[in-house]
């Protein structure tokens, strides 16, 4: 086993917890720190995959998720305007585990939080890292309020605007805007929803997922709109129900609905692939910080709970950090890839007016790569 003794994780997000719980499960002793206060995550649902389901079942949790979030077999397909299309019967990937689902994020946030405290991990909130210096055996950390400490291992898992990324990894690039925008919308389940829904055959995608037993979020696509400042509350309203004009069924139903006071929000997407390596001595990249993409596989928070699991794994097996280190890169870099480069593939052939055909086989080919294991 490599020797670690105590690491320091910078992001208290989907990454930086999994990896902060996989850490202490291997009696290392783990510092997470997160920049925000509070700690809190906003409040959509996220759609976990067969995938993504599996990698919280490696890591412990799929029973919480099983019964605070919505499971389900698969998803129906729809036009549009409400047509029903076909019924998606998605196999599940490992006895025992459900086929996919949703979750509120603040749930699926507060399941990892509380692993989180229950293994005495410690965590400190408000703050980031400000300098870091990779000396002999490890990290030589200042924090923002001007303490410092040595580290084994210094884990930048703090997402898109990573601060590890920037001050140890200047070389690297900002993720870059690819074209669209996502509009999403938490509100109560439409009566006539059974399942996932998803709606082709307009230039906006949308699909619906339920997230609880009263819950459900809305997303949709589109072009991104260049703007000075963010949309207000107002603005969000009136221009998802008017982007939802034409759409019927759950999605419709949302439309005629919707009231001011759910919660909406719009956002550009971004996504970039880091090249390797994703470790420069003991500071190394998990998460968002290195392989950060759009939704159009549901994948991202998948693809973060799996590297951070491997990332452990290998340093654990491997007989020196540098090996481990190498061996994470190695076994995540393709997979990786394969889901930022094929979620931006996708979003370009939406933005040209793909066929729905093509654009199902290019994710249901990514889909079915990402049900091998990892
Ligand atoms: C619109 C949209 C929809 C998505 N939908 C899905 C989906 O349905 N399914 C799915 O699997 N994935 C989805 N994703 C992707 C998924 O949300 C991310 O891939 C996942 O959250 C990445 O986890 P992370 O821990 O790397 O980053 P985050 O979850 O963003 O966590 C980062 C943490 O770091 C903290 N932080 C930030 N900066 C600093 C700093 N400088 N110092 C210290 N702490 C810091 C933050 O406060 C936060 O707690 C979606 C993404 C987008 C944009």
């Known amino acids: 086993m490599a020797n670690i003794g105590r690491v320091l994780i910078v992001g208290g997000g989907i990454a930086g917890m999994s990896a902060s719980i996989r850490f202490r499960e291997q009696g290392i002793a783990v510092d997470l720190i997160d920049l925000d206060p509070e700690w809190r995550v906003y409040g959509a649902g996220i759609t976990i995959t067969g995938p993504t389901l599996r990698a919280y079942k490696r890591l412990g949790l799929i029973e919480a998720i099983k019964t605070q979030g919505c499971i389900s077999n698969g998803a129906s397909i729809f036009r549009f305007d409400g047509i029903h299309l076909q019924d998606l019967d998605e196999p599940a990937l490992e006895e025992g585990l459900p086929a996919t689902g949703g979750i509120m994020r603040p749930v699926l946030h507060r399941i990892m939080q509380e692993r989180v405290k229950e293994l005495g991990i410690d965590v400190r909130l408000g703050l980031t890292v400000s300098a870091l210096e990779n000396v002999d055996q490890g990290v030589n950390v200042t924090l923002s309020n001007g303490t410092s400490a040595f580290y084994d291992l210094v884990v930048g898992a703090d997402s898109i605007n990573s601060s590890v990324r920037t001050i140890a990894f200047p070389h690297m690039s900002e993720a870059v805007h690819t074209g669209q925008g996502c509009w999403r919308i938490s509100i109560a389940r439409p009566p006539m929803l059974e399942r996932g829904e998803m709606y082709f055959g307009h230039q906006f995608p949308a699909g619906i997922t339920p997230c609880a037993k009263d819950k459900v979020y809305l997303w949709m696509l589109t072009p991104h709109i260049r703007r000075e400042r ?41 996504a970039v692939l880091q090249p390797k390596p994703w470790n420069v001595g003991r500071i190394v990249l998990l998460g968002d910080a290195v392989h950060a993409t759009t939704p159009h596989l549901a994948s991202g928070a998948g693809i973060a709970v799996e590297s951070a699991l491997v990332l452990v ?52 080919g990514a889909l079915h790569r990402l049900a091998e294991d990892f």
Not at 248 to 270: C, F, H
Not at 324 to 343: F, I, K, M, N, P
Not at 346 to 360: A, F, N, R, T
């Open 230 to 270: 963010h949309f207000n509350e107002t603005e969000l309203f009136d221009n998802l129900k008017a982007n939802l004009g034409p759409f019927g069924n759950s999605a419709g139903w949302i439309r005629d609905n919707m009231q001011l006071t759910d919660w909406i929000n719009y956002r550009p997407l971004v």
């Open 313 to 364: 794994d290998e340093l654990v097996a491997a007989p020196s950090v540098n090996e481990g280190l190498t061996a994470y890169q190695e076994r995540r870099y393709h997979r990786c890839h394969d889901v930022v480069e094929t979620s931006i593939a996708v979003g370009k052939l939406q933005l040209e007016g793909g066929s729905p055909d093509q654009i199902g086989s290019m994710i249901g």
